[in-house]
């Protein structure tokens, strides 16, 4: 089977002309966060916000030219209606062009993002890639954020995969006063909100970009989360269309880049931290997880995923080390068992490192800067 490429979905695309412009959508720069996976490909389109309703057409020809490649088994193209505001110019380096833009719309000069009523603060709990532990990073996280004595809320964001209720050991389903907003479901202290509430923990979520965009926005805005000192945010895995979209509506505080030790993962991680520095948003620090593992009966050290690539990752890029988590078994079992470690065993020595990651991530976010405005997209 052909192999799809960046430059193969881009050759098809510049078979796509913007109707009143005359000149195809890629060299006219419109065509920007192109994702290829094996045969899955996802970009967005960039036009005017006056000129989005009337271009749908066109989008639908986009995912038509792409999906007639051979090796294609998915498609989904997004249209993006940029306001207006400075772009940030492409760094050197960048080793490639694929023709499409690469600048991120700046914090200043851009529309406001709206706030989220009664909530302080915002922290995205992201990754470049799946499997290196962050639902659980983010879930201990916020358990270790009210152990300090914060009040805190934590919505599950990966539509595809979410975890939460499992792992914050809840069931049921959410309940709305109104028929408007919804309330969100509690355990442990934490107000929780995740799409596996609303659907069978074995039902697979076969939606197209701007339908989990619209759920991410409605489990953000409409639920009644009160007051809140900090809203954790568990960010699907990777740097795709629905990241990049809530990275540029939500008005983050910062970000918590998780990552394990080893070079592929600290490469996928790297792309994670550039995502959210090119939309303005701070990258609090990086989490080391499952940074080694300790025998449990002869307490041999064992670095599985080599150790220490995630600090020097942190000192190379300029950004604060938050601190290394081990590869351990009680920290798996509590977390599929509903009673994440930092609540079931709180005084163990991993509950202290995740306790002590969150003193550090409240002493950033809890100030008056807490909430922050910046870019703003909308998708049509």
């Not at 006219?28 to 966060?33: E, K, W």
């Not at 593992?293 to 150790?307: A, E, K, L, Q, V």
């Not at 068992?337 to 163990?348: H, N």
Request: net charge neutral.
């Amino acid at each position: 089977m052909a192999e799809v490429t960046e430059a193969l979905v881009l050759d098809a695309l510049r078979t796509v002309k913007d109707p009143d412009k005359g000149a195809d959508i890629v060299s006219l720069g419109m065509v920007s966060g192109l994702v290829v996976k094996g045969g899955n490909v996802g970009f967005s389109i960039e036009v005017d916000p006056k000129r989005g309703p009337a271009l749908e057409p066109l989008r639908q020809a986009a995912e038509r030219a792409v999906d007639a490649l051979p090796g294609v088994f998915s498609v989904t193209a997004v249209l993006t209606a940029h306001r207006a505001g400075p772009q940030m110019p492409a760094r050197s380096g960048h080793g490639h062009d694929h023709g499409h833009s690469h600048g991120a719309p700046q914090g200043q000069g851009g529309g406001a993002k709206a706030a989220v009523p009664g909530v302080k603060a915002i922290v995205a709990v992201a990754s470049g890639k799946g499997g290196v532990g962050k639902s659980t990073t983010a879930a201990n996280l916020a358990l270790a954020l009210a152990a300090n004595g914060q009040k805190v809320g934590l919505l599950d964001a990966d539509i595809y995969g979410p975890s939460m209720p499992r792992m914050m050991g809840i069931s049921g389903k959410p309940n709305s006063r109104d028929g408007k907003t919804l309330e969100p479901m509690q355990n442990y202290g934490i107000k929780v909100m995740s799409m596996g509430f609303l659907v069978a923990e074995d039902t697979p979520m076969i939606w197209r970009g701007p339908m989990v965009i619209s759920a991410l926005q409605q489990m953000l805005r409409d639920v009644n989360w009160g007051e809140l000192d900090v809203l954790v945010v568990d960010m699907p895995p990777g740097t795709g269309d629905a990241q990049l979209t809530m990275a540029q509506n939500v008005p983050l505080a910062g970000s918590v880049i998780v990552s394990t030790p080893q070079d592929i993962a600290l490469l996928d991680a790297r792309k994670g931290l550039n995502m959210f520095r090119r939309v303005d948003v701070p990258v609090l620090g990086i989490v080391e997880n499952m940074s080694y593992f300790c025998c449990p009966n002869c307490g041999h050290r064992t670095d599985i995923f080599s150790h220490g690539g995630a600090r020097a990752e942190a000192e190379k890029l300029g950004v604060d080390f938050l601190g290394e988590v081990p590869l351990d078994i009680a920290i798996r079992e509590t977390s599929d068992g509903g009673a994440p470690i930092v609540m079931s065993q709180p005084d163990s020595p991993h509950a202290k490192v995740y306790r002590a990651i969150a003193a550090q991530v409240w002493a950033k976010v809890g100030g008056a800067g807490a909430r922050r405005a910046g870019p703003r997209i909308v998708v049509e």
